[in-house]
């Protein structure tokens, strides 16, 4: 069974930094695109990075410089290292999975349950 | 970037109804559309990929189409279980999703 599931959330002043871990089971993580969405409650989803197998990767313009997605293969692990974060990082964040071995189809067939980022004084 | 605009925002209705959501994106993206459920408190969950597949384990009521830039999923009898918020989501250009569709009950 593919399970996501997220940890390192938490509450963190303007200017600070935390760094989320995805930890994935059931399947070969190396084969595929991960992604980090996050979503502000009420609000729709908002795309934030991605990283294929050999770790090449892509970021939303609104974290570009600030946020930096990684993923440890060995362990099965995605991060997402945020620095600088301000109150407009504040949502649920999640790890998907691109359904697609090997390559990409660009949509998400398993997401984790999501860790709440709160930035505030 | 392409913006994903959904209509209606809410959606009022009955068990048993037919229910249809509009998704238009603000460029051609093909088929390269997919539809998702999502409800308090969870993950959103897969419907439909490339505008009209429907994803294994998902009930047949629903279904979708379209391309290009004006996309549908239609529920054909809506279920107790289906109250729940619906987005739609473009993947051609990185990835864009609508702003929700909140399908509640009347």
């Known amino acids: 069974e593919v399970q996501l599931a997220e940890s390192g959330g938490g509450l963190v002043q303007p200017g600070g930094s935390l760094r989320l871990s995805c930890v994935a089971s059931g399947f070969t993580f190396s084969d595929y695109w991960m992604h980090w969405v996050r979503q502000v409650p009420g609000e729709g989803p908002v795309w934030v990075s991605r990283?294929?197998?050999?770790?090449?990767?892509a970021y939303a313009d609104s974290v570009k410089g600030r946020f930096t997605i990684s993923r440890d293969n060995s362990k099965n692990t995605l991060f997402l290292q945020m620095n600088g974060l301000s109150a407009e990082d504040t949502a649920m964040y999640y790890c998907a999975r691109d359904p697609a071995a090997g390559h990409t189809n660009g949509y998400y067939d398993y997401w984790g349950q999501g860790i709440l980022v709160t930035v505030s004084s | 970037d392409v913006q994903m605009t959904q209509s209606p925002s809410t959606l009022s209705a009955s068990v048993g109804d037919r229910v249809t959501i509009t998704c238009r994106a603000s460029q051609n993206i093909n088929i390269w559309l997919a539809w998702y459920q999502q409800k308090p408190g969870k993950a959103p969950k897969i419907l439909i990929y490339e505008a009209s597949n429907l994803k294994s384990g998902v009930p047949s009521r629903f279904s979708g189409s379209g391309s290009g830039t004006e996309f549908t999923l239609t529920i054909s009898s809506l279920q107790p279980d289906d109250f729940a918020t619906y987005y739609c989501q473009q993947y051609v250009y990185d990835w864009t999703f609508g702003q929700g569709t909140r399908v509640e009950i009347k």
């Open positions: 990283i294929n197998g050999e770790g090449v990767t």
